[in-house]
Every structure is written in structure tokens, then in C-alpha cells.
Nanobody, 119 residues
């Protein structure tokens, strides 16, 4: 079982920056793929960025060049550094940990943190 707790959301003006953090419980953090997802009102949840256990990253096209995902396995924490924020980035941002074995898939979600981009 993995528990995830996000922090760092808030209100920011267009063009501003925020850094989200996700602290994970458990001793197997380093072997999970970690990711950030977001869900805006009336829209489906979508992937923002992921980082594998080996450190490989993947980004949605709409955040490339603006957001950076990173992980610190010593602290069981994954980060999402967001720059040049736009009103369209307003959403609840969720942290996810994911692992697949031969017999099952493990997927855990945090409660989410609200990011609002507005002047």
C-alpha cells in the first residue's frame, strides 16, 4: 500500500510559477513510476508528466518546455516544477504511483491539490 500526499498548489497569476510536491509512504517508492495528472472542471483526468523508476520522463505536449517532473528517491518525493502558467492550467493536480508485475497492477492516487491560474 502506498499513500500519497500532494502539496504546493494555490493561486498564481498568468506567467507565474509553482512547484508541486508529492510525498509517498512505503519503502518501495523507487521502483514505482510516478506521475502527475490533472483534472479541470467538466473535463476528464489527463496525464501531465511521468517519471520512471530509472528516471526517464514523459510530458504531455501542452506542458513541454514549461513543466519539469523530478523525483528524489531518498525523500520518497516527486516534484512538478511549473513555469509560464496559463489559465488553461487551472485544475486539480493529482499524484500517481504505478507499478506492474507479472500478476497485477498497482495504482495509487493522492487526494489532489488545486492549482488556479488567474489574474
Amino acid at each position: 500500500q502506498v499513500q500519497l500526499e500532494e502539496s504546493g498548489g494555490g493561486l498564481v497569476q498568468p506567467g507565474g510559477s509553482l512547484r508541486l510536491s508529492c510525498a509517498a509512504s512505503g519503502s518501495l517508492f523507487s521502483i514505482y513510476r510516478m506521475g502527475w495528472y490533472r483534472q479541470a472542471p467538466g473535463k476528464q483526468r489527463e496525464s501531465v508528466a511521468t517519471v520512471t523508476s530509472g528516471g526517464s520522463t514523459n510530458y504531455a505536449d501542452f506542458v513541454k518546455g514549461r513543466f519539469t517532473i523530478s523525483r528524489d528517491n531518498a525523500k520518497n518525493t516527486v516534484y512538478l516544477q511549473m513555469h509560464s502558467l496559463e489559465p488553461e492550467d487551472t485544475a486539480v493536480y493529482y499524484c500517481n504511483s504505478h507499478r506492474t508485475t507479472m500478476t497485477r497492477t498497482y495504482d495509487y492516487w493522492g487526494q489532489g491539490t488545486q492549482v488556479t491560474v488567474s489574474s
